[in-house]
């Protein structure tokens, strides 16, 4: 068996999660800056790792965030990519923006972000996120898989 550990990044870093998500995905490093804590935020979800996820929201946001429910979405998707678009500060806020692929069910869902982050004991934590409305494709089990692979979708993310 091929080790995770030498393995790309799901988060689309170019980097071995050894080097990129895993250190803060076990608590041996903490997020330098919000994209890097968004993107093993978005790699967790991948791994299904809702603890981390749960962890690594704003202390007020934690209690209305529920390990379960993040737990439960990110069994219902298969997720494709993740696509930063810019980052930077505004307004006394850092931001992200995002666009996380995936699958849910038949339908192929472009989650399109501007996440706001904070500082909270010295650890970057997301705060909260504006979502731009993208529609929603649904997918016909004889088309073309929208992941871009060229199969159908049929041979492959169809479940
Ligand atoms: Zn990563
Ligand atoms: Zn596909």
């Not at 379960?68 to 997720?79: G, L, Q, T, V």
């Not at 806020?93 to 909270?120: D, G």
Request: hydrophobic share 30%; proline share 3%; with cysteine.
């Amino acid at each position: 068996m091929t080790s995770l550990n030498s393995t790309m990044c799901v988060c689309g870093s170019q980097q071995n999660y050894a080097d990129c998500c895993e250190p803060l995905h076990l608590a041996i490093q903490q997020a330098k800056t919000p994209e890097q804590l968004m993107r093993s935020r978005y790699s967790a979800y991948v791994l299904k790792n809702a603890k981390y996820v749960y962890q690594t929201y704003a202390i007020n946001k934690q209690q209305e965030n529920p390990i379960k429910e993040i737990k439960d979405f990110a069994d219902s998707c298969r997720f494709i990519k993740l696509t930063v678009i810019n980052s930077g500060h505004e307004n006394n806020q850092e931001f992200v923006e995002f666009k996380a692929h995936y699958f849910y069910q038949n339908l192929y869902c472009e989650l399109n972000e501007k996440s706001q982050f904070i500082k909270e004991d010295g650890q970057w934590r997301y705060l909260d996120g504006e979502i731009y409305p993208v529609a929603d494709i649904k997918v016909s089990r004889n088309d073309n898989c929208p992941c871009g692979s060229g199969k159908k979708y049929k041979k492959c993310h169809a479940v």
